[in-house]
């Protein structure tokens, strides 16, 4: 069932309107994020704020989320919290980026028209990591140093308090 933030709509009208569309959308639904990385799950909310800059249609897009993707280093699942607000010119083809302000980052609007989704979708690559992994290094240790031999040392210092308590026991 189509969504409503994956229709294409009237940048023309949007703009001029100064419309705000709400989103709220689960991201393995955004096809060019799934091709980018390999999605476990997460969401995005936010807002779309449509206007006018010097003649051109510009949205303000503000959007705050989490996605779930495949650490590169461990291959075990990692959240990537996003959080973005960022002005971009809609623009009715390529050439019009080249007179653009550095404030506005090009979208473009292939027929004059837009879908939130598009929206969103750039903001969410833009987010990206080239290469997802976890920052931390004791969550994310590569799968080959797990094996069986990785997992003695735990075991025994996890039993060590028991083996004392015979001795604890004793001296009372
Ligand atoms: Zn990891």
Avoid: Y
């Avoid at 955004?30 to 949205?59: C, I």
């Amino acid at each position: 069932m189509p969504q409503p933030w994956s229709k294409p709509l009237a940048v023309d009208r949007l703009s001029r309107e100064a419309a705000v569309l709400d989103f709220d959308i689960a991201v393995t639904q955004l096809p060019r994020v799934s091709s980018r990385v390999e999605l476990l799950g997460g969401r995005v909310q936010g807002r779309v704020h449509f206007g006018r800059d010097a003649h051109r249609a510009v949205a303000e897009v503000t959007l705050e989320g989490e996605v779930q993707l495949r650490c590169q280093r461990c291959m075990r699942p990692m959240a990537l919290p996003l959080s973005a607000r960022t002005s971009v010119a809609l623009l009715g083809s390529a050439h019009e980026a080249d007179a653009l302000s550095g404030a506005f980052e090009p979208v473009l609007a292939r027929e004059g028209r837009i879908s939130v989704a598009e929206l969103v979708e750039e903001e969410v690559l833009l987010s990206l990591p080239i290469v997802p992994m976890h920052a931390e290094q004791p969550q994310c240790r590569p799968l080959e140093q797990t094996g069986p031999a990785e997992q003695q040392p735990a075991e025994a210092a996890t039993q060590r308090p028991f083996a004392g308590l015979g001795k604890l026991l004793s001296q009372k």
